[in-house]
């Protein structure tokens, strides 16, 4: 099978989506398929490679930062990517596609579809779907004008794939006529890892990692620090891993309150050395306002951390109170120090939490991820030869 796929987003640029590009294309290509990736220029990265097994071909785009993607600039991709598309079908000769990100990703198979019949299958991954309050707050006018565009994207798919039970409700809200199934995200399981951990450390490590933008709610874990030092009976530490254009509000928010030195901004981290921040870690929280399904909860689960999130879309999806970690409402710092404190100060409890997070992560190998997504792909197949 010949797989085309459209992400504006593809390591080392973006976040969690271009992940899922990365290892879906790993994992076709091992099970003998052949894969083609449109994503968008950045910099000096080569406009054409073979990763993983698959090519990566980059199209001229106004990208100007490797964290954050502004309107404009993903206009510029979806026009790049749609041109391209057409130049490349005849050599490539896709049999179906793969769209990760309905907007801005879809427009160049929504215009194969139109022309050629080529069928599509889209990827929703959280911002591409229009939410009550989102973050940026512009993007709720943004939502009301390009509604249409994205109902139209989503009804001419072969099949629309949310990555979370509440991502799909969410889109059912936008478009009820949806052909919408769900498909976690995967965990590289040779990767990411658990050891043995001790319950009572000399300093708790909580670890947390994210793009520092507004969404991730970064703001709100550094409020909930001061009383974290005032009820904890053990002593802790806070590693941030990310950088983005709050790293210099978030470092004065934490100067201001006091509590610098409870907190490492460690700035972004390779991909490779993850695995080793996580084995470092005690705890892991994540703390945004919204998700679709959050790689770094579910490797944080592989590598044996108990969680504490906040309950968005897709973390609802993996965790269970009680037994793997505790979940607060978003931007509810109270709640979120509260959750801190109980896992500091557990012992025994956080380190058998850690192992509940290791057996219920299983199931979520990207080998299975990658076949259930095959299967979508062959049923379409199927359809459009009868």
Not at 205 to 226: E, H, S, Y
Not at 381 to 386: E, N, P, R, Y
Request: hydrophobic share 40%; proline share 7%; charged share 25%.
């Amino acid at each position: 099978m010949r797989i085309l796929m459209f992400n504006y987003e593809f390591p080392p640029v973006g976040g969690g989506g271009g992940w899922v590009s990365h290892f879906l294309g790993k994992h076709f290509v091992a099970a003998g398929h052949e894969v083609l990736l449109i994503t968008a220029q950045f910099r000096a990265l080569p406009r054409d490679e073979v990763i993983e097994g698959f090519r990566v071909h980059r199209v001229p785009a106004r990208r100007k930062r490797k964290d954050v993607c502004q309107v404009h600039e993903m206009l510029t991709y979806a026009i790049s990517s749609s041109v391209y598309s057409f130049g490349v079908i005849k050599r490539f000769q896709p049999e179906i596609v793969q769209v990760f990100f309905g907007i801005p990703s879809g427009g160049g198979a929504y215009l194969l579809k139109k022309t050629l019949g080529l069928p599509y299958v889209v990827f929703l991954g959280g911002r591409d779907v229009p939410r009550p309050n989102p973050d940026p707050p512009y993007y709720r006018w943004l939502y009301r004008f390009l509604a249409p565009a994205i109902r139209g994207i989503w009804r001419n798919a072969a099949a629309v794939v949310a990555c979370s039970d509440g991502l799909r409700d969410l889109a059912l809200r936008t478009d009820s006529q949806a052909k919408l199934r769900v498909i976690p995200d995967g965990l590289d399981l040779s990767r990411f890892t658990p050891i043995p951990r001790e319950a009572h450390p000399p300093r708790v490590r909580i670890l947390t990692i994210g793009r520092l933008i507004p969404r991730k709610g970064f703001q709100f874990l550094i409020r909930a620090v001061p009383r974290v030092i005032q009820e904890a009976t053990n002593d802790f530490e806070i590693e941030l891993v990310g950088d983005g254009p709050e790293r210099a509000n978030l470092v004065k928010l934490a100067d201001e309150l006091g509590v610098r030195h409870k907190i490492h901004f460690a700035g972004s981290v390779p991909y490779s050395e993850l695995p080793k921040k996580y084995k470092e870690a005690d705890v892991f929280t994540l703390c945004s306002l919204a998700e679709g399904m959050p790689l770094v909860v579910l490797e944080a689960m592989g590598s044996g951390l108990p969680i504490v999130a906040s309950r968005v879309q897709g973390i609802e999806d993996l965790e269970a109170v009680g037994t793997n970690g505790a979940l607060f409402t978003p931007g509810d710092a109270d709640a979120l120090a509260q959750g801190l404190i109980e896992m500091i100060n557990s012992g025994k409890r956080r380190v058998q939490m850690g192992r509940a997070s290791v057996a219920r992560v299983q199931k979520y190998d990207w080998k299975n991820i990658a076949e259930s997504y095959l299967d979508i792909y062959r049923e379409v197949m199927d359809k459009t030869q009868i």
